[in-house]
């Protein structure tokens, strides 16, 4: 019967720690995971894509690069510029640790030492954000290195 227990019990810390796959595609709400964009002008749109804690950083800003090079193609320019990116945890905890504590007492009837040991098996639930503040463009891509050819991206960034 313990074994029962003990395994039930691990069956629920392992469900506890996975987490949704990141999927490709519009975010539902402003808190949900995937992308939103804002068009700020005519060639000119803000660009974020966010990822549940599976992606990092860099997966996460290239999910975002994907969607601005689909938004190049999609008002039909070849190129984009980033003029301004960031990437940052939002919301959610660091997650689980390990702990150690030792304490003594002793008094009229004797002393005691005690070891205490605690597992944190809360799952690390921080999610990146990228945001992206891109210009299209048409014509010979500039040389800087924040300059992007839509079609390369596209062909280089898993959906």
């Not at 469900?15 to 000119?44: L, W």
């Not at 990437?87 to 005691?112: D, I, K, M, N």
């Not at 944190?120 to 999610?127: C, F, G, I, W």
Request: glycine share 12%; proline share 5%; charged share 20%.
């Amino acid at each position: 019967m313990q074994r029962i227990a003990v395994s039930a019990l691990l069956a629920l810390v392992l469900a506890a720690c996975t987490t949704t796959p990141t999927v490709y595609g519009p975010a539902a709400t402003s808190s949900a995971t995937g992308y939103r964009q804002t068009k700020i002008e005519d060639d000119r749109f803000r660009v974020s894509f966010r990822a549940n804690p599976d992606l990092k950083a860099p997966q996460v800003e290239d999910m975002a690069l994907r969607r601005s090079a689909e938004i190049a193609l999609e008002n039909g320019r070849e190129w984009f510029l980033v003029v301004n990116r960031f990437t940052e945890l939002v919301g959610g905890t660091s997650g689980g640790g390990t702990s150690v504590g030792v304490g003594g007492s002793s008094g009229s009837y004797g002393s005691s030492v005690g070891v205490g040991i605690g597992f944190d098996l809360t799952p690390d639930s921080r999610r990146y954000e990228s945001t992206l503040e891109i210009l299209l463009g048409s014509g010979a891509k500039p040389s800087s290195p924040d300059a992007y050819d839509a079609r390369a991206i596209l062909s280089r960034t898993p959906a």
